[in-house]
C-alpha cells in the first residue's frame, strides 16, 4: 500500500501518517523531519534548506525529490510507504509519477486556517529525537521531555505564528492544487480533523479501510 497525507501545516497529518505507519507494518516518510535531521546535522542539503525552511518557504523541488527517489528504493519500502509532507507542488507529484510511483489513496486532511493558527502556538518537537507532540492535544507526561527518550521539548523555529501565516499562504499556492489533481485520478479521501487526536484517527482508519 502506498499512501500520501496531505494537509495544511499543522493539520496533524504527520501523527495520524505514524499511527497508520504502525497499523500496516510501511515506514513512514517525512521529508520535513529527513530535512530537519540534515539541518542538525549541518550536512550540505540541510545547510541549502535551512533558510527557505526557517522563512516558511518551501525547500527545492531537486532537494526533496532527490530526498524521496533515495529513500524509497530502501528494503523497507518494498511492501509500499507513507509519505507525509511530499508532494508538496504539482511538479513534485509529477516527479513522483515519474519515478513510478502508483499511489492508492490519498487522505487529506481537512482543518480551516484559524484552527490551524490555534493549533501551531501548543506544537513541541523532541531534540533529540524528532517525536511531535502538543501541549494540549498530544502532551508528554511532564509536557516538558520526551515520553519516548526524556529529551527536552522544542519550539520549531517555523512554528512561530508569522511563519505559520507564511506556510499557510504557500500551502493555499502551491499544495492545495494536489487536491484537484488526485481527485481527477479518483484516489482523494478528505478527513475532517476533529478536536480530538483518536477521532481523527477512527476517520482516518475508516477512509483508507483499515480495521
Ligand atoms: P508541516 O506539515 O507542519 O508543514 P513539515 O515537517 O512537513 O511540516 O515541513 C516543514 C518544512 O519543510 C516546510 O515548511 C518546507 O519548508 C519543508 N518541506 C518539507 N517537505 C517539503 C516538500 N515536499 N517540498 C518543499 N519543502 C518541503
Ligand atoms: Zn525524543
Known amino acids: 500500500m502506498k499512501i500520501i497525507f496531505l494537509g495544511a501545516p499543522g493539520a496533524g497529518k504527520g501523527t495520524q501518517a505514524e499511527i497508520v505507519s504502525e497499523k500496516l507494518s510501511i515506514p513512514t516518510i517525512s521529508t520535513g523531519a529527513i530535512i530537519r535531521e540534515a539541518i542538525k546535522a549541518k550536512t550540505e542539503m540541510g545547510l541549502s534548506a535551512q533558510v527557505a525552511i526557517e522563512?516558511?518557504?518551501?525547500?527545492s523541488d531537486e532537494i526533496v525529490i532527490g530526498i524521496i527517489k533515495d529513500r524509497i528504493v530502501q528494503d523497507d519500502c518494498?511492501?509500499?510507504?507513507?509519505?507525509d509532507g511530499f508532494p508538496r507542488t504539482i511538479s513534485q507529484a509529477e516527479a513522483l509519477e515519474k519515478m513510478g510511483v502508483t499511489i492508492d489513496k490519498v487522505v487529506n486532511i481537512y482543518v480551516s486556517d484559524e484552527?490551524?493558527?490555534k493549533r501551531m502556538s501548543?506544537?513541541?518537537?523532541c531534540s533529540s529525537c524528532g517525536a511531535s507532540y502538543h501541549t494540549v492535544f498530544k502532551p508528554t507526561k511532564d509536557n516538558k521531555t520526551c515520553d519516548k527518550c526524556?529529551?527536552?521539548?522544542?519550539?520549531?523555529?517555523?512554528d512561530a505564528p508569522d511563519v505559520v501565516k507564511s506556510r499557510l499562504v504557500v500551502y493555499h499556492e502551491q499544495t492545495a492544487p494536489l487536491e484537484a489533481f488526485y481527485d481527477k485520478k479518483g484516489i482523494l479521501v478528505t478527513v475532517e480533523g476533529q478536536e480530538e487526536l483518536e477521532d481523527t484517527t477512527k476517520l482516518t482508519l475508516k477512509a483508507l479501510?483499515?480495521?
Open 55 to 59: 522563512k516558511g518557504e518551501l525547500v
Open 78 to 83: 518494498k511492501n509500499g510507504f507513507i509519505l
Open 115 to 117: 484552527d490551524i493558527v
Open 122 to 125: 501548543g506544537r513541541r518537537v
Open 150 to 158: 526524556n529529551a527536552e521539548l522544542t519550539i520549531r523555529k517555523d
Open 209 to 211: 479501510d483499515i480495521k
